[in-house]
T-cell receptor, first 121, second 114 residues
Framework: AQTVTQSQPEMSVQEAETVTLSCTYD???????LFWYKQPPSRQMILVIR??????QNATENRFSVNFQKAAKSFSLKISDSQLGDAAMYFC??????????????????FGKGTKLSVKP | NAGVTQTPKFRILKIGQSMTLQCAQD?????MYWYRQDPGMGLKLIYY???????DKGEVPNGYNVSRSTTEYFPLRLELAAPSQTSVYFC?????????????FGPGTRLTVL
């Protein structure tokens, strides 16, 4: 079974600086998707960025980028120029591509326990 | 599009009571999911559906039931509520095709069982 581990329960960053959140995962599959979701105090789950395992290029979305190391099964999130609005819980999640392509009936996300990010003004 | 909507936002139940959490999506997604999030934890899958009339259990299905009579709606039923079901419940949906691996979440329902 796949597992996702976020080893940093809490992180803090100064406004305008850069922070990196760590995520490792365990899988025997070669095709899968990885996601970072943000959960602000409103509890809404907001997709930040996603990465397809077959792509070597790291995904980027404005100030958010990932460092995807497939061999090491590592998927860290870098937030540049941190803003007060970035303060939230961040969840790393895994989803199997195999299940989707073969019309499988699951395709659910497997989540880590989250990292609480604080941004200091 | 409203996306994924959930009602109610908050609910307090007494032990042994029953209720239905409502979920609707207007994106014509065929996959829908119910997750629960306990304090300090990530989300865990309760039930999922790959289309109208088709549902299956996830990781933590005990104490819950679902139905999917239409593409748009995916209600979650709690029978005989217990304190262990105190949690935040999220509904999500996605397509099933190549572009369908991104799940879109509703705002959540905070349920307390006393």
């Amino acid at each position: 079974a796949q597992t996702v581990t976020q080893s940093q329960p809490e992180m803090s960053v100064q406004e305008a600086e850069t922070v990196t959140l760590s995520c490792t995962y365990d899988t025997s599959e070669s095709d899968y998707y990885l996601f970072w979701y943000k959960q602000p105090p409103s509890r809404q789950m907001i997709l930040v960025i996603r990465q397809e395992a077959y792509k070597q290029q790291n995904a980027t979305e404005n100030r958010f980028s990932v460092n995807f190391q497939k061999a090491a099964k590592s998927f860290s999130l870098k937030i540049s120029d941190s803003q007060l609005g970035d303060a939230a819980m961040y969840f790393c999640a895994y989803r199997s591509e195999y299940i989707m392509n073969y019309g499988g009936s699951q395709g659910n996300l497997i989540f880590g326990k989250g990292t609480k990010l604080s941004v200091k003004p | 599009n409203a996306g994924v909507t959930q009602t109610p936002k908050f609910r307090i139940l007494k032990i042994g009571q029953s209720m239905t959490l409502q979920c609707a999506q207007d994106m014509n997604h065929n996959y829908m999911y119910w997750y629960r999030q306990d304090p300090g934890m990530g989300l865990k899958l309760i039930y999922y559906s790959v289309g109208a009339g088709i549902t299956d259990k996830g990781e933590v299905p005990n104490g819950y039931n679902v139905s999917r009579s239409t593409t748009e709606y995916f209600p979650l039923r709690l029978e005989l509520a217990a304190p262990s079901q105190t949690s935040v419940y999220f509904c999500a949906s996605s397509y099933s095709g190549q572009q369908g691996n991104t799940q879109y979440f509703g705002p959540g329902t905070r349920l307390t069982v006393l």
